[in-house]
């Protein structure tokens, strides 16, 4: 497929839980679009990412970092799969030091996201949110951490009144 500056040639979707990761290839094969053709999904530890040095133009990860248990590993991984100049988006419920913010993140966990969630069966997977975001890291810090681990500029945004965050950091 050659390249056309609109579209993914491929992308890889890698997780360390098989059931994730069966979840997602059911879901792309009920995808028609040709862009959901070229997903490879992959069984993997973002702690020790099974690609070389420098082979990917692009990582997202969305609600993941915020539950790993080494961050500061995690980050290294991203960065050394990155071609120089390529960029990591890091998308996550964001620890605010707003307090008003806090509030209504607690608020909409307690009162939308874990009722919906016990809707459908999945009240264990989501009743620890307000905990880990707790022990995750604010905007400030996750850009501090992409700077240790040697990226060369990051930036932090928030979503939506502060309830979500976006790190977005170039090797």
């Known amino acids: 497929m050659e ?13 360390f839980s098989k059931e994730q990761l069966l ?10 679009k040709t862009c ?8 993997g530890n973002a702690l020790d990412l099974p690609f070389p040095d420098s082979s990917f133009d692009a990582v997202t990860i969305g609600y993941g970092l915020r539950n ?3 961050r500061h590993k995690a980050m290294t991984e991203i960065r050394r799969v990155l071609k120089p100049g390529s960029t990591v988006s890091v998308l996550d419920f ?4 707003n307090p008003l913010s806090t509030t209504i993140q607690e608020l909409m966990i307690d009162n939308i996201v874990v009722p919906v969630a016990s809707g459908y069966g999945l009240q264990d997977e989501y ?10 890291l604010t905007g400030n810090e996750l850009e501090m951490l992409a700077l ?13 009144f502060g309830l979500m965050g976006n790190l977005v950091a170039i090797r």
């Not at 964001?94 to 030091?97: F, M, Q, V």
Request: overall charge positive.
């Open 36 to 43: 959901y053709k070229n997903i490879k999904w992959m069984e």
């Open 127 to 136: 009743k620890y949110l307000k905990s880990s975001i707790k022990n995750f």
């Open 94 to 97: 964001n620890k605010s030091i």
């Open 3 to 15: 390249k056309n500056g609109r579209f993914l040639d491929r992308a890889v979707g890698l997780d």
């Open 148 to 160: 240790e681990v040697g990226f060369s500029t990051a930036k932090h945004f928030e979503i939506g």
């Open 23 to 32: 979840t997602a290839s059911t879901r792309q094969k009920l995808r028609s």
């Open 68 to 70: 790993v248990i080494d």
